[in-house]
């Protein structure tokens, strides 16, 4: 059973543009989403967090908007850049759950020059 | 700071055998945990280890354990290999391992087993 779901396994976006990739879970005791970028041959990197008692999160040209009656997230790239262009995790963890993280299956980000 | 070191980057294994991974977490961090990645199932959790101490466990069968020493230096290992369990294992470390924590992710070993 997938708790975090990426239903987008690719995206393509002009560069200048914004991205917009989304995610939604079904656990309703997750209170802490992280959004991670990966680079071919390396380990993801932390991009962006939102504690649910938030609804957006800005840190610098990434945002993160959580809706949590409807269980979704979003990642805003704006503007979008081609060094952004990697796979994005959608990760979600619960109290008491200390590491245990659930990721998303990921969305591949092409921002094309 | 060093960043998560894991080793060995690459391995080959013939299905039956056993292997083993070693992951260095950044100084000062007392959290390491272990994820599989295949392709198509994004990050699956295997386990979460604290001070010596395995906290939390994934839904994976006993062929994967894993341990940590007292400089918070973990191994995973695997047992009887089957091709399924080709994939990137990737270490992550935290300070405290508290759910709000961000990980902080190794390059992975990259597992083949033929």
């Known amino acids: 059973d997938q708790q975090v779901k990426q239903n987008s396994p690719s995206l393509s976006v002009q560069e200048g543009r914004i991205s917009i990739l989304n995610c939604d879970y079904t656990?309703?005791?997750?209170?802490?989403f992280l959004w991670y970028k990966k680079y071919p041959a390396e380990g993801p990197t932390f991009l962006i967090s939102?504690?649910?008692?938030?609804d957006k999160n800005e840190d610098g040209r990434f945002t993160v908007f959580l809706n949590k009656s409807a269980k979704h997230l979003s990642l805003h790239i704006v503007p979008s850049q081609p060094g952004d262009s990697a796979v994005y995790f959608c990760?979600?963890?619960?109290?008491?759950?200390?590491?245990?993280?659930?990721f998303g299956t990921g969305t591949k980000l092409q921002v094309i020059p | 700071k060093a960043g998560v070191t894991q080793t060995p980057r690459y391995l080959i294994k013939t299905r039956g055998q056993q292997v083993t991974l070693s992951c260095s977490p950044i100084?000062?961090?007392?959290?390491v945990s272990w994820y599989q990645q295949t392709p198509g199932q994004g990050l699956q959790f295997l386990f979460e280890?604290?001070?010596?101490?395995?906290?939390n466990k994934g839904n994976f069968p006993g062929r994967f354990s894993g341990r940590q020493f007292s400089n918070s230096r973990s191994e995973m290992n695997v047992s009887t290999l089957e091709l399924g369990d080709s994939a990137l294992y990737l270490c992550?470390?935290?300070?405290?391992?508290?759910?709000?924590?961000?990980?902080?992710f190794g390059s992975g070993t990259q597992l083949s087993v033929l």
């Open positions: 990760a979600a963890s619960e109290p008491g759950g200390y590491q245990k993280v659930t």
């Open positions: 992550a470390s935290s300070g405290a391992g508290r759910h709000d924590e961000k990980l902080f």
């Open positions: 100084s000062g961090h007392r959290s």
């Open positions: 939102i504690s649910s008692i938030k």
């Open positions: 280890y604290f001070s010596e101490t395995q906290r």
């Open positions: 656990n309703s005791m997750f209170d802490y």
